[in-house]
Nanobody, 122 residues
């Protein structure tokens, strides 16, 4: 079993940056694909980014070069660097992990964190 804990959310002005962290505990993290999703009130949970166990990265279309996902397996952590934030990026951001290849689908991820809130003011 893998437990995930997100941190790094907060309030930031439009154009600013935040770095989210996802810390894993439990069994080995190394072979897992880890992803970030986000959800704002009244909307479905949306794929943001994923990083495979080999380090390949994948992003949602809306990211457009503003976000970067990375991982440090020695620290059992995955990071999401978010730059040039916009008010529409306001959401709860969730870290998720799956033992397999990457997917953009919520249903494919077995392990989830509790989320961290990001608010971008205009």
């Amino acid at each position: 079993q893998v437990q995930l804990v997100e941190s790094g959310g907060g309030l930031v002005q439009a154009g600013g940056s935040l770095r989210l962290s996802c810390a894993a505990s439990g069994r080995t993290f190394r072979g897992y694909t880890v992803a970030w999703f986000r959800q704002s009130p009244g909307k479905e949970r949306e794929f943001v980014a994923a990083i495979s166990f080999s380090g390949n990265t994948f992003y949602g279309d809306f990211v457009k070069g503003r976000f970067a996902i990375s991982r440090d397996d020695a620290k059992k952590s995955v990071y999401l660097q978010m730059n040039n934030l916009k008010p529409e990026d306001t959401a709860d951001y969730y870290c998720a992990a799956r033992d397999g290849v990457w997917s953009h689908q919520v249903s494919q991820y077995e392990h989830w964190g509790q989320g961290t809130q990001v608010t971008v003011s205009s």
